[in-house]
């Protein structure tokens, strides 16, 4: 019985490239260097998930992503040879997701919570 198995990698980005896209490109090629299998991020529509803005929600505000954002982060993750994964906390950011996954990669399902 062969009981090999292989470990994949998941990175989680999230919000750490804080909205600059220069940074999320470093973070991606990192990932990727590092041997992620994935490399994640979340999109969200801020004013959905805060009442009031401060300073304890700043960098969730800055690092919300536009679908242009998205669609080069996905650009940016393919061309360094890595697949890019969204948490999509809303259903228009979910609708994004579906739309450039289907578009990028066809061969790979996509799993929601419904």
Known sequence: ???????????????????????????????????????KFQVYDSSKLFDIFDEENTNTVQAELTKSQMEYLVYVTKNLGGVPLFSAFDEVRLGWVMEMMTKYYPELSIVTGK
């Not at 990698?9 to 490109?25: I, R, T, W």
Request: hydrophobic content about 35%.
């Open 1 to 39: 019985m062969n009981t090999k198995r292989e470990i994949y990698s998941l990175f989680e980005v999230g919000q750490n490239h804080c909205g600059n896209m220069g940074m999320a490109k470093y973070l991606i090629s990192e990932c990727i260097k590092h041997g992620a299998w994935r490399v």
